[in-house]
């Protein structure tokens, strides 16, 4: 059997797994059983659009060239193990989609920021052993989360219909309400399958920077939904930067691969000095970065005037009909490719390290201005960024008996270059990270 055979299988035996044990009973539960099952005639749509198909393609991309085809088993169970929270995950952070500075504020935007804080509170606490309880400490959201469809909040809503047409066929005592508005399971299971990898993964050597990570994650977030005011660029990178779950994904498949597959007897001393902790946390500011700027980040000074000079002259042509900074970028002519994911977090209202702070502007002129600064400053961090986590991966590679653990952070680093690089809506490019 194949590694991604392998993985997949791993992943939906883990998912099912988690659903029975970490999501309350509910109709939400009945239907996710249902989709990951070969009942449903659109599975594989299913399995796109809760992000699993993404998932499982990162985990062949991040260990495909670093084990014996006889680890494939045992490593696709650990692929499959944090898949499963992942999935959760993917759905709970589309709660906020949006929420950035650079939307009109929705009709629920109040009551998803009310949940994503209690969420984020809660989970920090769970993390950190404070409670056991944490249906009881959700409760008070749960009528919060009635008002809010799940299907929209995602980036994929289409997809959802055709699944859940095929569900309520078999199923008439179910309504789709109950379903598309049943998202308050999805974040108890989010908590309980997240604190049960953080408590498995406590006994290695990894265990505290992967449970930090996963804390540092909930408290940024937190401070992304709650900013209403122009920050500082570089305070923006440090806030966005611990949003992604780079810092705990690399933590977790470190102590899979050095000290589960193969025990790598000098892991201690990179862990001590602070060189892994050094190496994840510049991983995560480069997959921020190019989440966030894409190939904007590799333009040259010349490449980049040329870009804001061509969105200037775009603004100049259309500025009766361009009122705002998102107008602009969102109307600009196809050539602009370069733009995808900036234009991806403009169209589902999402915290954009690059765009956050020209809401605060009041010209398009201003903003435009703010943009340019914005990219020759990030793409400076990016390239000082890459040297860096280049010579501690070399520092890592002459201290470890093998270059495992270098080429499984080389390798995720590119992985993430290469996807946010492609178009936000085309398969690849639908990866959330």
């Known amino acids: 059997?194949?590694?991604?055979?392998?993985?997949?299988?791993?992943?939906i035996e883990n998912v099912r797994s988690s659903l029975m044990r970490h999501m309350p009973q509910s109709p939400q539960r009945n239907y996710?059983?249902?989709?990951?099952?070969?009942?449903?005639?659109y599975r594989n749509d299913f399995l796109q659009m809760i992000g699993i198909n993404q998932l499982i393609n990162l985990s062949v991309q991040m260990i495909g060239d670093l084990i014996e085809a006889e680890d494939q088993q045992?490593?696709?169970?650990?692929?499959?193990?944090?898949?499963?929270?992942?999935?959760?995950?993917?759905?709970?952070?589309?709660l906020a989609n949006g929420l950035s500075a650079l939307c009109v504020i929705d009709d629920n935007a109040s009551s998803r920021r009310d949940i994503l804080h209690v969420f984020n509170h809660v989970m920090v606490s769970r993390l950190k052993g404070e409670h056991s309880n944490t249906e009881d400490l959700l409760r008070p959201i749960e009528s919060l989360t009635q008002g809010i469809s799940s299907f929209a909040q995602s980036i994929t809503p289409r997809k959802h219909q055709a699944c859940i047409n095929a569900y309520l066929s078999e199923r008439p005592d179910i309504t789709q309400q109950e379903i598309e508005y049943g998202v308050w399971p999805i974040l108890v299971a989010n908590i309980e399958s997240c604190y049960e990898l953080a408590e498995y993964m406590s006994h290695f050597q990894v265990g505290n920077q992967l449970s930090q990570g996963f804390i540092d994650r909930y408290e940024s977030v937190t401070q992304t939904i709650l900013v209403d005011h122009g920050l500082p660029l570089i305070e923006l990178v440090r806030t966005g930067t611990h949003t992604v779950s780079v810092v705990p994904v690399l933590a977790y498949f470190a102590g899979v691969l050095t000290e589960i597959i193969r025990v790598e007897p000098k892991l201690h001393s990179i862990i001590q000095d602070g060189t892994l902790a050094d190496a994840?946390?510049?991983?995560?500011?480069?997959?921020?970065?190019?989440?966030?700027?894409?190939?904007?980040?590799t333009l040259?000074?010349?490449?980049?005037?040329?870009?804001?000079?061509?969105?200037?002259?775009?603004?100049?042509?259309?500025?009766?009909?361009?009122?705002?900074?998102?107008?602009?970028?969102?109307?600009t002519p196809d050539e602009y490719t370069m733009l995808t994911r900036l234009q991806k977090d403009l169209l589902h209202g999402e915290f954009n390290i690059c765009l956050?702070?020209?809401?605060?502007?009041?010209?398009?002129g201003e903003a435009l201005t703010l943009l340019e600064n914005n990219i020759a400053n990030l793409s400076e961090l990016y390239y000082r960024s890459q040297t860096h986590l280049h010579d501690l991966l070399a520092s890592i590679d002459r201290r470890m008996t093998n270059r495992t653990l270098s080429n499984l952070i080389a390798g995720f680093v590119r992985f993430h270059e290469m996807i946010y690089a492609e178009p936000y809506n085309s398969n690849i490019g639908e990866y959330v990270a």
């Open 356 to 364: 956050h702070n020209l809401a605060y502007t009041n010209s398009v």
């Open 32 to 41: 996710y059983l249902w989709g990951i099952s070969n009942d449903n005639p």
């Open 74 to 94: 045992t490593v696709a169970q650990y692929c499959g193990r944090i898949n499963a929270y992942f999935m959760y995950e993917i759905i709970s952070d589309n």
């Open 280 to 297: 994840l946390a510049t991983s995560a500011v480069i997959v921020r970065l190019v989440n966030d700027v894409g190939m904007l980040l």
């Open 1 to 11: 059997m194949s590694l991604q055979s392998e993985i997949t299988k791993a992943t």
């Open 300 to 331: 040259s000074s010349n490449e980049r005037k040329s870009v804001s000079v061509g969105l200037q002259e775009h603004y100049k042509e259309h500025a009766d009909d361009i009122v705002a900074i998102d107008h602009l970028l969102m109307s």
